[in-house]
């Protein structure tokens, strides 16, 4: 696609249920990120995937977060039993290759809300 | 100013000035750092880029200063344009190729 899509754009979910994020990247693009983004504050990485290479998911914050990425293309992020702390913008990212420099491009983002 | 809780710090200046916002990093290890624009609802957009081997890079309206004495990052926006109005954060690599993280960001009002 043009762009770097997510959905859905918000999600309204209550406390303790399960939540999926999806993140399509530019094609062609082999690494994409995960940040989060909590009201006011700078982004939280969360997670990379680079071609076919085992993941970085040392910015999970607690093992109810799980990411994958089927084919090298989509993304999925789960988040099992929402918690209130969870809300937060997730921000998706894609590049040609790993280096968040010019070729970066974020999607707009999943507003999660959890009541 | 420093951000406590949800208050960002904030910058407001006139239309045709010009706007520095500035960044401390943390980790001594960086030697990448970018400057993104966040606009109301969208996601981050780069900017401009410097690496630890340079202490200046100018774009269009746009310079970026590194001082690594202090751990200091600074972004020069000449003639400030409403279209400027946004979220502006700084990110370090911390030696790493793909892993930033990101201040927390400054608002920039521009006043017509």
């Known amino acids: 696609g043009a762009g770097v899509s997510q959905s859905p754009s918000n999600k309204v979910t209550e406390k303790g249920k399960d939540v999926e994020l999806r993140c399509d990247p530019i094609s062609g693009h082999t690494a994409l990120y995960w940040y989060r983004q909590s009201l006011g504050q700078g982004l939280e990485f969360l997670i990379y995937?680079?071609?076919?290479?085992?993941?970085?998911k040392s910015g999970l914050p607690s093992d109810r977060f799980s990411a994958e990425r089927t084919g090298g293309s989509v993304s999925t992020l789960t988040i099992q039993r929402t918690q209130q702390e969870d809300s937060a913008v997730y921000l998706c990212?894609?590049?040609?290759?790993?280096?968040?420099?010019?070729?970066?491009?974020f999607g707009q983002g999943t507003r999660l809300t959890v009541v | 100013g420093e951000n406590v809780g949800l208050h960002l710090p904030t910058l407001s200046v006139q239309e045709g000035d010009n706007s520095i916002i500035n960044c401390a990093y943390s980790?001594?290890?960086?030697?990448?750092f970018i400057w993104y624009k966040q606009e109301s609802g969208k996601g981050p957009q780069f900017i401009i880029d410097?690496?630890?081997?340079?202490d200046k890079r100018q774009g269009q309206r746009v310079t970026v200063l590194l001082n690594k004495t202090v751990k200091h990052l600074s972004l020069q926006i000449a003639a400030t344009q409403p279209g400027d109005s946004a979220v502006y954060f700084c990110a370090e690599n911390g030696g790493s190729n793909y892993k930033l993280t990101f201040g927390k960001g400054t608002l920039l009002t521009v006043n017509p």
């Open positions: 990212a894609s590049s040609l290759e790993g280096q968040m420099n010019t070729e970066a491009f």
């Open positions: 410097i690496r630890s081997n340079m």
């Open positions: 995937f680079q071609g076919n290479s085992a993941p970085d």
């Open positions: 980790n001594s290890a960086s030697d990448y």
